[in-house]
Structure formats: structure tokens, C-alpha cells
């Protein structure tokens, strides 16, 4: 029997319950995004893009005060700037894959 996740639902090809997905499942990948278009979880940019029937666009600057980051390992619902000052989460301490900074000009302006 699998376990009972609780807070919000990830959308897109997740593979395991710390939504990690098709494209990002290291040890380290266990945030999903809301994302700006559509208030909804995705693991990535990629899941998005692929499942949603609409363009993605970022949070736009001054939206830093969001809950638009979920770590998966706890369901704790972060800050857009609690997530991108914080190598792990501030609650269960799950590291955080630090190479997603990469892709936060996709994510948050």
C-alpha cells in the first residue's frame, strides 16, 4: 500500500511521492514549482511544458513573499525567497539540488 500524501497535488510524469519526475530524480530533486500561469505543482519546467496546455511564465519580480516552492519530502509550502536562500528545507532539512538555480530565470524573474 503506498502512503497517503498530503498537501497539494503535482501534476506532470512524478515518479515517486517526493516528486521527483521523468526528467529530475536524483536524491537531491525534491521540490515541485507553482507555477505563475496556472497556480498548479510541477516538478519542473520540462513537466510543464509538456502537460499543461499552456506556455509557462515566471513569477514576476517582487513575488518573492509566494508560496510557490513545495518540498516533497515534507509538503512544506516555501517562500519564493525561503527556497532560493536555502540549500535545504527549513522543516525536515532535505537537501535541495543546488544546480536548480540554473533554472530560475525560468521560474522567477
Do not use: K
Request: one cysteine or more.
Amino acid at each position: 500500500m503506498s502512503p497517503v500524501v498530503h498537501g497539494p497535488t503535482v501534476h506532470g510524469p512524478t515518479v515517486d511521492e517526493q516528486t521527483r519526475c521523468v526528467h529530475y530524480r536524483t536524491e537531491l530533486d525534491v521540490i515541485a514549482i507553482r507555477f505563475a500561469c496556472c497556480g498548479r505543482y510541477y516538478p519542473c519546467h520540462l513537466c510543464h511544458d509538456e502537460t499543461a496546455d499552456h506556455g509557462s511564465r515566471p513569477w514576476p519580480a517582487g513575488s518573492g513573499h509566494e508560496r510557490a516552492v513545495l518540498c516533497g519530502v515534507c509538503r512544506t509550502e516555501l517562500t519564493i525567497d525561503g527556497y532560493r536562500g536555502a540549500p535545504s528545507c527549513p522543516r525536515c532539512a532535505a537537501a535541495f539540488n543546488p544546480r536548480c538555480a540554473a533554472h530560475y530565470p525560468t521560474y522567477f524573474e
